[in-house]
């Protein structure tokens, strides 16, 4: 049978004609079969379909990705909406509660609208309140401690500034026209305004009103002297542990204080224990015994001694929730921007400040309040922290960046994404801060510093921002981690999304004792703790201009 007739035959359809081709001879016909085969699936292969099928996926995949970014910034709105609506809940829900408690006590709007005032003022700043030991100290915070706008001038009270406080000075202008009639101006009053609150608390002492004039107030003393009214009778004596030398020289010291002085001496427990271990004749030493002891200490103290460094006087100043009695630090550590006196000529120090007078420089402390989103009012608001140094909010052990947001008095700063955020007085700034690259300030100037902590961009520049302000610092809803808030490098506490910390200046300073006063204490332990600007001289034999 010849191949044209196979081919005949299965071309009408002829069942017998497949049958030669199912046994070819010597494979020929299967050989040509595959060959064709293969070449007509790459001409498939090769086809433009195919092609078309590839772009439309490439477009496909850009449509999916521009969904996603869609709904990525739907869900980023979604959440700072949330946020925002939780904070005006948060705020509505605190005044309605205090309206009911004003209602409870009898009160009609038109009675209380300072009180009204001053509460929403506290609300704007998301301040809570202390508690009421805190609030206890406050009233006597006059009479048993320091307070910021109560201080002594060269040993006097500041009368006139007592005069002027919630005092506003008025001036009504009149000319005479040509008919000779008087005519009288429009009269005008100046006051501060702070915190929604008018007063002139913080600025009485520094801007004059009188006779209608603007004027920058004279100061009586360019250094703040503390002079006794009455001979101390008690001393806090405080140590850095763990020191063999500084344990020798608290007992003789505690010594000489109790036979040349006849002074109370209270020191910690742990000291306790380490001086009556080492002789029965220190019995008379007192200490405390729990909590409460401790919020009372400083109706009992009248001056502290350290011994140690800076962490030491930081150590002390947490003791005190309230007033702080004037504190004596002796430099026993490394560095000392707190620390004047030398312990070796302890004798002269200590018979000098308790004859007094003395110079003291007032160190702010800032308060701070760990606000929770799970808290319903701000009475569930945890305990106040005060810090002499900085509060950070750091990320951690997160391998993220900090993601903070930071307003001042309720208007909005700016975002941190970093490593962290330092919120430092002015005493701290030469700690951390300084290390972080902020400016180092007199610690008698009343400010804040907000110095980011390595920020991912290089226009983000340290602040120095008022007293006065409120900082509040929150972990955005959609922030990748929470973050970690240290005060004065201990205390640690997360911070998760939707919680806050809200940081104001205490009214409670650290008063420390000055060796000269406060400028030149300041700028001899910058030049030598930190070398600052230490440079050889230039010489004088070389080219000069004629």
Not at 33 to 38: G, Q
Not at 249 to 265: D, G, Q, S, V
């Amino acid at each position: 049978m010849t191949p044209s007739k196979l081919n005949s035959t299965d071309s009408h359809g002829n069942g017998e004609a497949s049958l030669p081709c199912s046994q070819p001879d010597n494979g020929f016909s299967d050989s040509l079969t595959l060959f064709h085969s293969e070449k007509s699936v790459q001409e498939l292969l090769q086809q433009t379909p195919i092609q078309h099928t590839d772009d439309h996926l490439i477009e496909f995949s850009e449509a999916l990705r521009t969904v996603a970014k869609a709904l990525k910034q739907a869900a980023e709105g979604k959440a700072f909406a949330q946020a925002e609506a939780a904070e005006w809940k948060r705020r509505f829900e605190l005044e309605r509660a205090q309206n009911q408690q004003l209602e409870h006590k009898g009160k009609s709007p038109g009675d209380c609208n300072g009180d009204i005032n001053a509460q929403r003022m506290e609300n704007s700043t998301n301040q809570p309140m202390l508690r009421n030991e805190a609030n206890e100290q406050s009233e006597n915070c006059c009479t048993n401690g320091l307070c910021s706008h109560e201080i002594l001038h060269d040993g006097e009270t500041d009368s006139h500034a007592k005069a002027v406080q919630n005092k506003m000075m008025r001036k009504v202008h009149s000319i005479t026209c040509l008919d000779g009639n008087q005519l009288v101006l429009a009269s005008f009053k100046l006051s501060w305004w702070c915190k929604g609150d008018i007063s002139d608390q913080h600025k009485h002492d520094i801007v004059s009103f009188e006779r209608g004039n603007i004027t920058a107030a004279g100061r009586s003393s360019k250094q703040i002297s503390l002079k006794w009214e009455s001979n101390p009778q008690t001393v806090l004596v405080m140590t850095k542990p763990n020191s063999t030398t500084i344990q020798i020289l608290c007992a003789e010291m505690i010594r000489w204080m109790k036979e040349h002085k006849k002074l109370n001496i209270y020191v910690e427990p742990r000291v306790m224990g380490e001086l009556l271990s080492e002789s029965s004749y220190f019995n008379f030493v007192q200490t405390w015994k729990d909590e409460k002891e401790i919020l009372s200490l400083h109706t009992k103290v009248d001056l502290v001694v350290t011994l140690g460094g800076d962490g030491t006087v930081l150590w002390a100043a947490s003791m005190f929730k309230g007033p702080v009695p004037p504190i004596v630090s002796f430099s026993l550590g490394s560095l000392g921007f707190m620390t004047p006196f030398h312990s070796e000529q302890y004798r002269d120090c200590l018979d000098s400040i308790l004859k007094g007078p003395i110079s003291i420089t007032l160190r702010h402390r800032m308060q701070c309040h760990v606000i929770r989103d799970a808290a319903k009012n701000e009475y569930e608001t945890e305990e106040p922290i005060l810090v002499l140094n900085e509060v950070t909010i750091d990320r951690g052990i997160s391998s993220f960046l900090a993601n903070l947001e930071c307003y001042c008095d309720n208007s909005f700063v700016t975002r941190v994404q970093g490593d962290g955020l330092i919120l430092s007085t002015t005493s701290g700034s030469t700690a951390y801060s300084l290390g972080a690259g902020g400016s180092m300030v007199h610690p008698q100037v009343p400010g804040i510093l907000f110095t980011p902590i390595c920020p991912h961009s290089l226009s983000f520049r340290p602040l120095i921002l008022p007293e006065h302000v409120t900082i509040r610092v929150q972990v955005p809803f959609n922030s990748r981690s929470p973050a970690w808030a240290s005060f004065d490098g201990k205390d640690r506490k997360q911070l998760a999304a939707g919680d806050a910390l809200v940081c104001s200046m205490a009214p409670w300073p650290v008063p420390t004792a000055c060796q000269i006063d406060s400028t030149n204490d300041f700028l001899r332990s910058i030049h030598d703790g930190l070398h600052w600007n230490l440079r050889k001289t230039q010489s004088v034999d070389g080219p000069q201009d004629l």
